[in-house]
């Protein structure tokens, strides 16, 4: 073979393994969360990482940056959106002051049991998803917490035992729900849960038996009231453009292995519902429902809540309160 043939055929290799080459190329992303590793859903997002990094044959790396540790809570939206992490996890309700259908899921007793809050996703989602397409942000999966209480140092007959008290708040919406029951609001990350309680900054806090687990609430709060209110959804998030700028098979292992971890994560959730609450009685807590009153008292803070929200969030709303309502073959609520 003469010479300028062999370098047409090494060419010709070469123009082959183009595209090959930039497919074995590595690329890395960094995963912001604000919950702690061992929580289930950080667990769960830590699956979802080994499964993108094994369908794509190392090729996306995703690693996860658990418990606030880059980013905090409430600046990872911005994060993603400012391209600083790639894609990250948030609490829904925590965005809610940008647009009411983030406020959704966390109306008190709207969606309180895993196959209501299951079907109220199914009726929000699109438009959920619509609204984070038109900031630049693609929806990967969601999963819910476990039902929410009220952690309190004292016995809670109704909401008026907790006036003027502070209490640990963790999204606008979980905060006006404070201000009607007459209390103070304290806006407080779960990372910094621990702290703010162990400083006396709030005296009762509204979470799942899983934060109540994660940040040790027996220490200071003897009471958890297992209200069963609302479930909150966390999302995850994932920068449009730094998802477009990923070759077809690994956008199509992204979105696979975020299909199954929506999933898992529903499913963990709910099985580790009772496992988390048995926790908080081993350590000596008083797990008690709400009492009548008490729930009364709730119930009519979130029929309130609920009208401010059809006012807010207007004929998208009215349309996904009314597909919800069929799915459940009945009015929405207690
Ligand atoms: N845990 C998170 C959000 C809801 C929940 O159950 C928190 O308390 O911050």
Redesign the pocket.
């Known amino acids: 073979m003469k010479l300028p043939a062999l370098l047409c055929q090494a060419l010709a290799v070469l123009i082959a393994a183009g595209p090959a080459l930039s497919v074995s190329a590595e690329t890395k992303w960094d995963m912001p969360t604000?919950?702690p590793a061992s929580n289930f859903h950080t667990e769960n997002i830590q699956k979802f990482a080994t499964d993108v990094d094994v369908a794509t044959g190392g090729r996306l790396k995703i690693t996860v940056h658990a418990n606030g540790a880059l980013f905090k809570?409430n600046e990872i939206k911005r994060a993603v959106l400012g391209g600083q992490a790639q894609l990250g996890e948030i609490?829904l309700s925590g965005a809610a002051n940008e647009d009411p259908l983030f406020a959704l899921d966390t109306i008190p007793f709207l969606a309180s049991s895993y196959p209501e809050a299951r079907a109220l996703w199914q009726a929000s989602r699109a438009r959920i998803e619509e609204k984070f397409a038109r900031q630049g942000l693609k929806v990967l999966f969601s999963v819910p917490?476990?039902p929410?209480g009220i952690y309190s140092k004292v016995v809670l007959n109704s909401s008026a035992a907790l006036k003027g008290v502070k209490i640990r708040s963790?999204s606008p919406t979980v905060a006006r729900m404070i201000e009607l029951m007459g209390a103070q609001p304290v806006t407080v990350?779960?990372a910094e849960?621990s702290q703010a309680l162990a400083t006396g900054v709030v005296a009762a806090?509204i979470?799942?038996a899983?934060?109540g687990y994660d940040s040790k609430s027996w220490e200071q709060l003897g009471y958890f009231f297992d209200v069963q209110a609302w479930l909150?959804k966390n999302v995850v998030i994932v920068n449009q453009e730094q998802f477009d700028s990923l070759d077809k098979p690994a956008r199509e292992a992204l979105l696979a292995a975020a299909a199954a971890a929506e999933v898992r994560g529903w499913k963990t959730s709910e099985e580790m519902t009772l496992w988390y609450v048995e926790q908080l009685k081993k350590n000596n807590m008083k797990v008690l429902p709400a009492s009548a009153e008490l729930h009364k008292d709730l119930a009519g803070i979130g029929d309130r809540m609920m009208k401010e929200w059809l006012q807010q969030a207007g004929a998208d709303g009215q349309q996904i309160y009314d597909a919800y309502s069929k799915a459940l073959n009945k009015p929405p609520g207690h």
């Open positions: 604000p919950y809570a609490i917490w476990p929410q963790y990350q779960a849960l806090n979470t799942s899983s934060t909150p």
